[in-house]
């Protein structure tokens, strides 16, 4: 584009955001602690299921002191359901720097935000022109698509030199001033008119500035590689109970769920699988209930054992359900097993709750799913 075009493309774009823009309540106020937080929550999660988590969350922290000042349990409790667990760590870490580092004044500069712990380029782009109306560049999943079809690219999108192309089109687009209500226009536009399948090209405001419209491209544009298949895989999640007490470890770093609670739980061949206890199932329910004074076969007490200090007892009961994890399919079994807490010595991380005490953990989906479970038995 060439200045004059440039100037067009912008009054175009503000133009309908000032008609058209979406009212959510992230952008009630200039507020960079608010705006910080939804763009964290809305990284992998849709607008209508971040909603509530941010209305919870602001409820409980309103800024960055209380956040700096809670227990990251409580943080990653509030956070449980949103998955991507290390956004809430990083979310507290980011908290403590700006309050220790920063005397609680959320930095404007886009350099200096990308310093902070789970700030990328697009967060820091973000915060620098909401809340400032700096002009600083974005490209997240709304804008890379209308990107991509606004210079009908035919490269794959996330290529390094696509990625590169892109940040250099947003940069030479993005206003001196109003820069935070252009780039919140370009993101309702990608995501209401130019979506991924079937966009609403008549709608557009931006359709004479196109290249893929002008082509015929919208559908072919953007450009990716074929989606990773999705593997099948199975875990075994072993739950010791020892008078209506049970048995948890915190995850550790490095692993998926880091910082949360969690029941025992390992992957298993299928092999493995073959070896487990046969189970009944009782009329429709989803729980299973193996006959008494089974045993779990020796692979699974060994793993037991090493990730928590204690041989499991018999089966008093098990279920199993389904979930999906970027790009597996999981089958997860879970045994209940009676446990004694005077038999062995309890790994570090590992801890005995009571039922009651289960609703305040921060726990993973499927551990919420078990700990639901076991309240029903």
């Not at 133009?15 to 106020?29: A, I, M, N, T, V």
């Not at 507290?92 to 712990?117: C, N, W, Y």
């Not at 061949?269 to 429709?284: C, D, M, N, Y």
């Not at 007892?313 to 098990?318: D, K, W």
């Amino acid at each position: 584009m060439d200045a004059a075009d440039k100037r067009r493309f912008r009054s175009a774009v503000l133009k309908w955001y000032d008609q058209h823009g979406r009212k959510l309540p992230w952008r009630e106020s200039a507020d960079p602690y608010r705006i910080w937080l939804s763009e964290v929550m809305l990284q992998q999660t849709t607008v209508a299921a971040v909603v509530p988590y941010f209305e919870r969350f602001t409820s409980r922290f309103p800024n960055v002191e209380s956040l700096a000042a809670a227990d990251v349990d409580e943080v990653l409790r509030l956070w449980e359901g949103l998955g991507y667990y290390s956004r809430a760590r990083n979310l507290h870490k980011a908290a403590q720097a700006i309050t220790g580092e920063h005397a609680a004044e959320f930095p404007s500069d886009v350099d200096v935000l990308r310093t902070l712990p789970g700030i990328g380029r697009y967060t820091a782009g973000a915060i620098a022109s909401f809340a400032f109306d700096q002009p600083a560049a974005i490209v997240e999943a709304n804008t890379e698509r209308l990107y991509a079809r606004l210079l009908a690219l035919r490269d794959d999108v996330r290529a390094t030199a696509s990625q590169k192309l892109l940040w250099q089109f947003a940069e030479e687009l993005v206003p001196e001033k109003r820069a935070g209500d252009f780039n919140q226009a370009l993101m309702d536009i990608g995501s209401k008119l130019c979506r991924p399948v079937d966009p609403d090209c008549e709608s557009c405001p931006l359709q004479k500035f196109c290249g893929a419209f002008q082509q015929g491209l919208q559908k072919e544009v953007p450009v990716r590689k074929p989606a990773i298949a999705i593997t099948a895989i199975a875990e075994l999640a072993v739950v010791l109970m020892d008078r209506e007490r049970f048995l948890l470890r915190r995850r550790t770093e490095g692993e998926r769920w880091a910082g949360m609670w969690d029941f025992v739980r390992f992957e298993i061949s299928a092999e493995e699988s073959s070896t487990l206890p046969l189970v009944q199932k009782r009329g429709r329910s989803k729980s299973l209930f193996s006959p008494e004074g089974l045993e779990l076969p020796e692979f699974a007490v060994q793993k037991t054992q090493s990730q928590i200090g204690l041989k499991p007892g018999p089966v008093v009961a098990s279920t199993e359900f389904s979930y999906s994890v970027t790009r597996y399919k999981v089958q997860l079994i879970c045994f209940a097993c009676s446990a004694h807490r005077a038999r062995g010595k309890l790994s570090d991380g590992v801890q005995w709750f009571s039922l009651d005490e289960l609703p305040e953990l921060p726990l993973s989906m499927t551990g919420r799913r078990i700990a639901d479970w076991l309240k029903t038995r």
